[in-house]
């Protein structure tokens, strides 16, 4: 099993930037991702690696980065120029699944989840 925690959420102005870190434990899953969930929406995948290979979502594009200390286990959201549309809870995900990329129903193990808040 894999235990994950999610930590470096929190609230900053429009253009400020946050770092959001997800500390793995147990097992070594294959793909490790971000996704959100903002007030009303339904969770959307943010950007995933799966065996070293990044997949950014169309939101995280030269936005959002995601980085992987393999040595730590600990899987990186660097955010810069956030935007009040990035408010979210994010979500750290593990999934066993080779390619599992984006699709959060091949992620079996979640974290607690990061609230991040964006003011205009």
């Known amino acids: 099993q894999v235990h994950l925690v999610e930590s470096g959420g929190g609230s900053v102005q429009a253009g400020g930037s946050l770092t959001l870190s997800c500390a793995a434990s147990g097992d070594i899953p294959e793909c490790m991702g971000w996704f959100r969930q903002a007030p009303g929406k339904e969770r959307e995948g943010v950007a995933a690696?799966?065996?070293?290979?990044?997949n950014e979502s169309n939101v995280a594009r030269g936005r959002l980065r995601i980085s992987q200390d393999k040595a730590k286990n600990t899987l990186l959201l660097q955010m810069n120029n956030l935007k009040p549309e990035d408010t979210a809870i994010y979500y750290c995900g593990a999934s066993l699944h080779l390619r599992a990329y984006l699709r959060d129903d091949l992620y079996e193990t979640w974290g607690q989840g990061t609230q991040v808040t964006v003011s205009s």
């Open positions: 690696i799966c065996s070293g290979n990044p």
